[in-house]
């Protein structure tokens, strides 16, 4: 177990590349390699997995170098459209479903930016876990501890791996409860999940359409800001400021409750090398997070959202279905129309008193996820114990979905021990005040370890 991946994040190969101390080709290659052996089994889809790779990709064309993802391979969630390639979505239902005929915006940006495609990515069934399991195609173990196959998180569960095993230097994927965030916590990498609006969700396809954020796996905090530009065809502004320049919210309901030993002991002592180093760091009740479960209590919008897109298919198709996800979609049968309409403007009059609730902090500090992986082998056939695990997962991060806010995860452990995530987070468009800060964070963090 290891507080940073392997082989180094895409700034530093893209510098190797630049310098001609690597070759674009055997970049790619080291990327194939990976991405076919042990660890990464399961992490591809077979729809378009790295053997599948179009012989256009296995080359960086020339001076495809000067740009911020030249050369850099990366893989895409199974969620979004690629021409020529069928979008699954983790399913067998779809998987005789037409090709794409182009690239999703998302991709094009990519592509555009210079990236290698590498292979589409493994993932929760049309995205509704949080615990990374597919019974279709197979789970994808947590590299962090090869010795007990652990779960990867989800829904980007392959795209983590990709990542965290060094297939791929970027991963691309969604966050619509802690889908970016939940997997880069138990696998040790970093999540930023951006404001939903900053990148347009056209063709990939819907879980929910309030909540739905595409975002990205990464290996460091550079790499997340330089892929969020790419993503959202925006400049984060980066003021540098030292950590005895931010205040920050710690928050006291429910996301620091039954956190597991490991957890607990790396927050604690994030925190405290956080006031070392001069940030203001104040407890606050934010009694609002306990709202959350009577504004969803008919059932959320990612239930009743869900299950609009897949209404006639699982009518059709319901056996196909993974039954723990067909019975979260069918949850949202049972909403009212008049029902929803509450519910959204319940949100949004959360949103309105979290955000002055907010007001005078740079950002909150949080644990990701209160849990450290648990191994594959006691979620995959208890129920009870399946969902108990989803829901502690979910817990945390999808108070910022609610939020329409915006969060970044990294890692905040130890060596030999199970990855840890921080979680720090905002209300919408404090994204780059949130990537800012995280620059220091990493920063404090790493030279805590030297």
Known sequence: MSQTPPSGDLHAVRQALQEGHLQPRDVLAQAAHTAQSPACQHVFMPNAGPGDMPETLKTTPSGALDLPLGGIPVSIKDLFDVAGQTTAAGSTVLAQAAPAQSDCPAVARLRKAGAAVVGRTNMVEFAFSGVGINPHYGTPANPANPDTPRIPGGSSSGAAVSVATGAALVGLGSDTGGSIRIPAALCGIVGFKSTARLVPTAGALPLSTSLDTVCALTRSVRDAVTVHEVLAAREVALTGKPLS???????????????????????????????????????????????????????????????????????????SYDPRVALRILRGASMGAADYIDLVAAR????????????????????????????????????AEFFRVNGLLLRNTSVVNMLDGCAISLPCHTPGQLPVGLMLWHAAMHDDTVLDLALQVEAALALSLQ
Request: proline share 5%; charged share 20%.
């Open 245 to 319: 320049g931010y205040r920050l919210a710690v928050a006291g309901t429910l996301m620091q409750d039954a956190l597991g030993r490991t957890v607990a002991q790396a927050f604690e002592r994030s925190l405290q090398l956080l006031r070392d180093a001069g940030a203001k760091i104040v407890e606050i009740p934010l009694v609002e997070i306990g709202e959350l479960a009577a504004i969803n209590a008919t059932g959320g919008l990612s239930a009743a959202e869900s299950y609009v897109w897949h209404r006639k298919l699982i009518a059709e198709h319901q056996a």
């Open 348 to 383: 949004q009059a959360w949103i309105a008193r979290m955000e002055t609730r907010l007001e005078g902090f740079d950002a909150v500090l949080s644990p990701t996820v209160p849990l450290v992986a648990p191994p594959i082998a006691s979620v995959l056939n208890d129920d």
